[in-house]
Structures are given as C-alpha cells and as structure tokens.
Antibody, heavy 121, light 102 residues
Framework: QVQLQESGPGLVKPSQTLSLTCTVS??????????WSWIRQPPGKGLEWIGYIYYSGSTYYNPSLRSRVTISLDTSRNQFSLRLSSVTAADTAVYYC?????????????WGQGTLVTVSS | DIQMTQSPSSLSASVGDRVTITCRASQSISSYLNWYQQKPGKAPKLLIYAASSLQSGVPSRFSGSGSGTDFTLTISSLQPEDFATYYC????FGPGTKVDIK
C-alpha cells in the first residue's frame, strides 16, 4: 500500500521560501490513481488544502495561496515537493502530504504523518 | 469558491450516545463529500467518502448521508476512541467539530 513521508526544515525565517518534500513508497508516483497533494494545519486550527499535482505535471492550487505556491514532481526519486515563498508567521503550520485518489469520488487517502514548520527569525 | 460549514463546532457526549454532525455546502456538491477523523498530534483519517461510503476498515457505527448541500455524519454508539475532531471536505475542508467527553 502507498505510504507517504514528509521531510524538510522545521524552521524558516520570515520572507524566505519554505521547501518540503514528500517521499512516496509502496507505489509509483507516475500513476494516474492519485493527485499528489499538500494540506496544512496551523496550530489549534483547521485544515487548509494547498494544492496538488498530477503525474502529468498538471497543478491545481488554492486560489488564496496560488501566487506563492509551487508543487513539483521528482519521478526519479519518487517524490513530490512544495515550495511556498515569502513566508510569514501565518504560514506556521503542520504540513501534510496526501494522495487524492478514488476518482470519480475523490478523497484524501493516504496521508503522511505531517511535519511542523515554524516561521520565525 | 464553495464554502463548507459544520455544526455544532463542538459537542460533549457520553460513551454509548448517538452523535450527529452536520455539514453544509454553500452550493450543491452532489455527493462529493468526505468525512475525516483527527486525533491530537495525528494526521486526519478518512472515514466516509462520497457522502455515504464507508472507508475500508472503519467501524460500521460510523455512517454518512446527504446530497446536494446538506450532509450528516452519525456515530451510532460513541466509543472511547471516537473522541476526536471531525472534518467534512469537498475540495476545501469544513471548520471541524470537536467531540469530547461529557
């Protein structure tokens, strides 16, 4: 079964770029079964969908974050990545990677365990 | 964009209680509605997809219903391990409903 694991720095300075990677195991990232997704959760708050990428390279971003977000694939490493530019304290959150599958009944499953990213100087 | 709301935002219940959580979409989403359970420090877990389909491995005391704009998640007999926060999701997520112990 497909499993996901996030990795990346836990601390990012304001105005810099947050970069995270999600490693996919138990299956190929070059599958039509999933849209590879990023979701975040500020401490004590709810879940916010950031965006996802298809194996073809097509991307879909939350309009509220679109100007700052880039999601990309690294098929050689079976990974996908998130870059969020010009971060502020409001971007402090647990960041999850997930597979959005099950079309035509799409849902987020599986999920990674999440990684906390703090934006602070 | 479609907005999701949930009610109540929190509730207190006892083991064995029947619990119902409501989710409303700002416009019709047919049956494209999922429910997740999240416990503190853990990733969300998919419970129900397509409004009423039970995810594999999820206990049958969980059920979902609805279509269009109004949806419900029901826990028929609340168990100790069910105390958690529940989110509905179409593309975006609802704000969550926290279920705690009375």
């Amino acid at each position: 079964q497909v499993q996901l694991q996030e990795s990346g720095p836990g601390l990012v300075k304001p105005s810099q770029t947050l970069s995270l990677t999600c490693t996919v195991s138990g299956g190929s990232i070059r599958t039509a079964d999933y849209y590879w997704s990023w979701i975040r959760q500020p401490p004590g708050k709810g879940l916010e969908w950031i965006g996802y990428i298809y194996y073809s390279g097509s991307t879909y971003y939350n309009p509220s974050l679109r100007s700052r977000v880039t999601i990309s694939l690294d098929t050689s490493r079976n990974q996908f990545s998130l870059r969020l530019s010009s971060v502020t304290a409001a971007d402090t959150a647990v960041y999850y990677c997930a597979g959005r599958g099950g079309d035509p009944k799409p849902r987020f499953d599986p999920w990674g365990q999440g990684t906390l990213v703090t934006v602070s100087s | 964009d479609i907005q999701m709301t949930q009610s109540p935002s929190s509730l207190s219940a006892s083991v064995g209680d029947r619990v119902t959580i409501t989710c409303r979409a700002s416009q019709s989403i047919s049956s494209y509605l999922n429910w997740y359970q999240q416990k503190p420090g853990k990733a969300p877990k998919l419970l129900i997809y397509a409004a009423s389909s039970l995810q594999s491995g999820v206990p049958s005391r969980f059920s979902g219903s609805g279509s269009g704009t109004d949806f419900t998640l029901t826990i028929s007999s609340l168990q100790p391990e069910d105390f958690a926060t529940y989110y509905c999701q179409q593309k975006t997520f609802g704000p969550g409903t926290k279920v705690d112990i009375k």
